[in-house]
Structure formats: structure tokens, C-alpha cells
């Protein structure tokens, strides 16, 4: 057990929390951060925690294969123009083998460069439809695995696009100390894919998302799957302060950029927030004059 968890772990004995030690005994790596800090950042994040309400969406299924499974219709995904593994050459799919290709090269070079958040400037350019996507067509490969996480907790769609209720998620690991990320994660009918649902809503979702735990959180997806890619539909950069906060611990960032929507300027902006060693790639989206067809997108790194 590393510093910072035994420092967790006594705060959290204080707070007479059960079950804690023996699940945090799981989390055997972490990071260097400063343990003085955690300690005080987590007591304060707890404490406001305990206060606050929560809508919990823990399923009334106790069955642990409903709970962590979800089916999915691929038929009603190909009605919704995104990618599915029996499609074969599609235009969509074709554009997505393109757009993964560069990130699947720099997926495992260095540390955390597994983990790839989707935003963008604004809302509604399209970061859910290209998370799927992105997922979709990464899991249709012969060697790769994926996690999609639906960090986009004031406004999650990934339930709404893949078919199933929103279930125990992101939020419950970081509300409640004795959920861990097995507990949430649902395996699919696609095997190569496996889903973090974005979970109960909170009145300090935004701090939480922001917060040194959800840091670390990070961290830790990313060595204990190493062996994935994880791909998180994220919240608009400039509505919101939390996606800027998850980008420090990402390794690669996707821009998705709606045609004739975004500025030029708007977009130096945005790119501006992040790190400068930031690996930031573009998609450009919805472009009607390319195809002459209604929309899709146009990619460069
Ligand atoms: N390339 C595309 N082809 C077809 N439809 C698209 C495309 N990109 C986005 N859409 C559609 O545009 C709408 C908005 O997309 P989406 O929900 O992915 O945006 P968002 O950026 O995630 O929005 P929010 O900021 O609200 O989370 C959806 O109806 C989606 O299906
Ligand atoms: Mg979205």
C-alpha cells in the first residue's frame, strides 16, 4: 500500500467507513503526488461529499450478469450511422479506420498515452457520436481491447446511443470508497468492448471530475489497463472547467471540431488551455461539402 492510500485509509477509518482497506488493498499502484495535499484535498472533497444528496442510479438488479453486461442492438446502431464490427467498408467506418490508426500507434509508447479524451469547444459537435464511433471500430480489430468511459456526467448519452439505462458508474467510484472500478465496469455483446457508464448524478459532479481522486482514478485506469485503449466521452472545454482538468492526466486528446461551426480563433483558444506537451489531434466534423452527404468527418493529427 503506497503512502498516499495508507493517508486515504486512516482518514477513512476515522470516518468509520467499512470495507475500505480491503478494497483499496486492490489499488496496489499509484502516483507521485504529494501525500499532504491528497490527504487534505480528499478529507475536504469527503466531507462535502457526506452532505450531499445523491441520485443514485444503483440498478434495483442485485443479478451481478445484468448489472455488468450490457446487449447491444447492433442493428439500431447502424440506423444511428455509427460504425458496428459486422458493417464490412462503410464510409463512416472508413473514416474512423483513419482517424484510430494514429492514436492506436501512439497508444503504447509512453505512460498514460492509453487514455484518449474526446471534447471539444462547445456542446453538440459531436464528441459522443465520434467517442462511439472511435470505440466501435477499435474494438473491431484483431488486437485491440477498449474501455469507454462516459465521463460526461452533468449530460451522459453514451446510454441513450448504446441502448441501456444509465448504470452504477464513474461517479459512484469516486462518491462512494467502497466501489472500486471492477464494480462498475460492464463487459458487451461486443467482446472486444467494455463500458464505464457515467453513474449517479451529484450537486458536485463537477468538483469530483476535477478532483485529486478522479487524478488518481486515472492514473490507475491506466496501468490496470494497460492493455487497452480507454476513451473518454468528456464535457466541452469551454463549458465546463472539468475537462480541462482530466486532460492533464490524458495521453492523447481528440479535438472534435464542427464544421462551419467552430472559429479558428475559438479553436486556438481551446488548444491554448491545454498543456503545451499536450498530443492534441482534430476531427473535423459534420462537413457537408466534402461528400455531399449529410455529415461525417475530416481528420488531421
Ligand atoms: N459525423 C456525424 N454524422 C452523423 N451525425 C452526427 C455526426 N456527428 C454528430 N452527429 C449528431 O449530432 C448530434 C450531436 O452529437 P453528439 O451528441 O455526439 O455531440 P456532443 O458534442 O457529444 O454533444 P454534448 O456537448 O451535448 O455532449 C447527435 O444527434 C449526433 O448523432
Ligand atoms: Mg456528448
Redesign the pocket.
Known amino acids: 500500500m503506497s503512502i498516499i492510500e495508507k493517508a486515504i485509509s486512516r482518514f477513512e477509518k476515522a470516518a468509520n467507513s467499512k470495507k475500505v482497506d480491503e478494497v483499496r488493498a486492490e489499488r496496489k499502484q499509484s502516483v507521485a503526488i504529494d501525500p499532504e495535499n491528497i490527504v487534505s484535498q480528499e478529507r475536504e472533497v469527503i466531507q462535502n461529499l457526506k452532505k450531499s444528496p445523491v441520485n443514485s442510479v444503483i440498478p434495483e438488479s442485485t443479478n451481478a450478469e445484468s448489472r455488468n453486461y450490457i446487449a447491444i442492438d447492433l442493428n439500431r446502431l447502424n440506423q444511428?450511422?455509427i460504425v458496428t464490427p459486422d458493417q464490412g467498408k462503410t464510409q463512416v467506418a472508413e473514416q474512423f479506420r483513419i482517424i484510430k490508426r494514429p492514436l492506436l500507434t501512439k497508444a503504447f509508447i509512453k505512460k498514460n498515452n492509453n487514455l484518449v479524451m474526446i471534447t471539444?469547444a462547445l456542446?453538440?459537435?459531436?464528441?459522443?457520436?465520434?467517442a462511439v464511433n472511435l470505440a466501435l471500430s477499435i474494438a473491431s480489430e484483431m488486437d485491440h481491447r477498449v474501455l469507454l468511459i462516459d465521463a460526461?456526467v452533468a449530460?451522459p448519452?453514451i446510454p441513450s446511443i448504446l441502448g441501456f439505462q444509465n448504470k452504477i458508474g464513474l461517479m459512484d467510484i469516486l462518491i462512494e470508497d467502497s466501489i472500486d472500478v471492477v464494480d462498475v465496469l460492464m463487459k458487451t455483446s461486443i467482446e472486444k468492448l467494455s463500458l464505464i457508464s457515467s453513474g449517479s448524478t451529484h450537486p458536485h459532479a463537477t468538483e469530483l471530475l476535477a478532483s485529486q481522486t478522479m487524478l488518481m482514478l486515472l492514473d490507475e485506469l491506466a496501468q490496470r489497463y494497460n492493455d487497452r485503449i480507454v476513451i473518454f466521452?468528456s464535457p466541452?472545454v469551454l463549458l465546463t472547467s472539468e475537462a480541462r482538468v482530466l486532460a492533464e492526466r490524458m495521453g492523447q486528446i481528440v479535438l472534435?471540431v464542427e464544421a462551419e461551426q467552430t472559429t479558428q480563433q475559438t479553436l486556438k483558444h481551446v488548444i491554448n488551455q491545454f498543456g503545451a506537451s499536450s498530443d492534441i489531434s482534430l476531427i473535423y466534423?459534420?462537413d457537408r461539402t466534402f461528400l455531399n452527404t449529410?455529415?461525417?468527418?475530416y481528420y488531421y493529427s
Not at 449529410?294 to 468527418?297: D, I, M, N
Open positions: 444511428l450511422g471539444s456542446a453538440g459537435e459531436g464528441k459522443s457520436f465520434c460526461d449530460r448519452t466521452d466541452p472534435v466534423n459534420k449529410e455529415y461525417y468527418g
